[in-house]
């Protein structure tokens, strides 16, 4: 059994922190939710009354927050956790940041005397409740022993991608491909329409042939040919529409910083922007083929 601090105890954070809890550890959090702490509280936690207070007496500290300028912010900032934390305390972000902040942050916490891993996920709300969700971390192999054991009670799958700001790396490339991929998926559909091609016959083609991917065969954004996508549901999320957007800004900023050239990434982004822009960002980011058809 460990003392864990856990910060940031929103929609991911607080089914992440109560695994934890089953799994016997102590786990004291803080959140600007004042009903995020009572329902941790409610499971067997305690509440602590500021993220530096929970940072001083853990023995590892799990954040989960919206994005890289609270984590910076969190770590770093007046009252930050990684002042407040004993020496050699092991830092694990789960937030989904820019790779930067990532990399600034594992140095911080390095020359504060800590160790420190970036380790974001997938799985969404549903993988965060069920204990399965998949982290992808970066950090030293020190690092990773000792927050893997913990991770494990959170995921299923647990993957090192390498140094510090790697496991952020992943997550933005492998949402870059899935942001991409959706795109093609919803313009074959589209076009397959006004081409008097039913939307079946494209799925039994396609999901054995070339253009075969997860967003066609797993995510398929019309209804029909796989009952459990969002498409049968009025496009209700799922993973929504501006989430992936956030991603594929994050991967637009890492690929600008890295002098990478990636322009269908760009040209994702534009898309998701502009579907977002159209008061759509809430719904699952499959509905963009509305936005490619012309539909409101
Ligand atoms: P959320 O907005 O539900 O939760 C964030 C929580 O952080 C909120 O409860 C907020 O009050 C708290 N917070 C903000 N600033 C704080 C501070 N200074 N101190 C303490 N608490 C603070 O977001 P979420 O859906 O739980 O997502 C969290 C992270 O996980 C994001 O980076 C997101 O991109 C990533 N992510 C989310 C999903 C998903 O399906 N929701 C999937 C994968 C990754």
């Excluded at 982290?135 to 022993?145: E, T």
């Excluded at 977002?276 to 499959?286: C, E, L, P, R, V």
Aim: hydrophobic share 45%; net charge negative.
């Amino acid at each position: 059994m460990s003392r864990i601090a856990f910060i940031g105890l929103g929609n991911m954070g607080l089914p992440m922190a109560l695994n934890l809890i089953k799994a016997g550890h102590a786990v004291a959090g803080f959140d600007l939710s004042r009903d995020a702490l009572d329902q941790l509280k409610q499971e067997g936690g305690s509440i602590a009354a500021s993220a530096s207070e929970a940072a001083a007496g853990a023995e590892i500290v799990v954040t989960m927050l919206p994005a890289g300028h609270h984590v910076r912010a969190v770590y770093t900032g007046e009252g930050g956790i990684l002042a407040a934390a004993a020496p050699d305390t092991l830092f694990i972000d789960c937030s989904t940041i820019d790779v930067d902040t990532a990399r600034a942050m594992a140095d911080a916490a390095e020359d504060a005397g800590h160790r420190a891993v970036d380790a974001p996920v997938s799985g969404g709300v549903g993988g965060a409740a069920a204990g399965t969700l998949t982290f992808m971390v970066g950090g030293p192999d020190s690092a990773f022993a000792a927050a893997e054991p913990v991770l494990a009670v959170m995921g299923k799958t647990i993957v090192h991608c390498g140094a510090a700001g790697t496991g952020q790396a992943a997550k933005i490339c492998n949402n870059m491909i899935l942001g991409i991929s959706m795109i093609a998926t919803c313009e074959a559909f589209a076009l397959a329409e006004r081409l008097g091609l039913e939307a079946d016959k494209l799925f039994a083609v396609s999901s054995k042939s070339s253009g075969q991917s997860w967003s066609l065969t797993s995510y398929c954004p019309v209804p029909g040919p796989v009952p459990t996508s969002p498409a049968n549901r009025d496009y209700q999320a799922g993973f929504a529409a501006d989430m992936m957007l956030k991603d594929l800004k994050l991967a637009q900023a890492a690929a600008s910083s890295a002098g990478a050239q990636t322009p269908l990434g760009a040209t994702a982004a534009q898309l998701y922007s502009l579907y977002s822009a159209a008061g759509q960002g809430g719904k699952d980011f499959s509905g963009i083929i509305r936005f490619l058809r012309g539909e409101r």
